[in-house]
């Protein structure tokens, strides 16, 4: 399974030639805007109607010839942590495709329940806001990894200047509760994923991926 991050919350995953766009934006600054990418592409998911997160019109939806090789489930859950009220519910989409299951957690705003986690289930890779202000911050981010156990970790959600929302946290406090052995800093913004990946896995915002 590839998985190329375009920035913010946003990835683009393939398997056998599907293409699924998790978490379009617009208006997020600093990031240039994604019809620049001239996307084609199968699936749209959205985990939240916010325009950082829905901006399901960047991208073109084009047919596949075939069957679609991703299994996807989706949790429940809230993009604050007082039961949604401040900013509504959020959902969670777990994709599995050639024996790889990838979380992506869009906007979490809280801990993890139990039951939640069980509906998660185990993970090969988990895409995790780690920025603070809208969802968790670093150490909540972390807790949140610690209660799903993913073999890999891959944050997201953060300011990196100049890109990013002016208000939420950079990633360096997220990846200093990791001991360092285990962050990998990658040169590019996309990576395979075959289950053998360990760590945090840090890709690289590439304006023209």
Not at 55 to 63: G, L, S, Y
Not at 149 to 172: Q, S
Not at 173 to 201: I, K, N
Request: hydrophobic share 40%; proline share 7%.
């Amino acid at each position: 399974m590839k998985l190329t991050w375009l920035g913010h919350a946003c990835f683009l995953m393939e398997q056998d030639g599907y293409t699924i766009l998790l978490d379009p934006y617009t208006g997020v600054e600093g990031y240039p805007p994604l019809t620049e990418r001239k996307l084609r592409v199968n699936k749209i998911l959205c985990s939240h109607g916010h325009h950082d997160h829905s901006a399901a019109d960047q991208a073109e939806a084009v047919p596949f010839q075939g069957d679609c090789p991703f299994a996807v489930r989706t949790v429940k859950t809230c993009h604050d942590d007082q039961g949604g009220a401040l900013r509504g519910e959020n959902t969670v989409h777990i994709l599995s495709a050639g024996g790889v299951t990838i979380a992506h957690l869009g906007d979490l705003g809280h801990q993890l329940t139990a039951e939640q986690v069980r509906a998660i289930g185990p993970l090969d890779a988990v895409l995790i806001p780690v920025g603070g202000y809208y969802t968790v911050d670093a150490k909540g981010a972390k807790a949140v990894c610690e209660a799903l156990d993913p073999r890999c970790v891959i944050p997201m959600h953060y300011r990196h200047a100049p890109y990013g929302l002016p208000v939420v946290g950079g990633v360096e406090d997220f990846l200093a509760l990791w001991p360092q052995a285990e962050v990998r800093r990658l040169e590019g913004p996309s990576l395979e994923l075959d289950g053998t990946a360990r760590g945090v896995m840090v890709p690289k915002f590439c304006e023209e991926a």
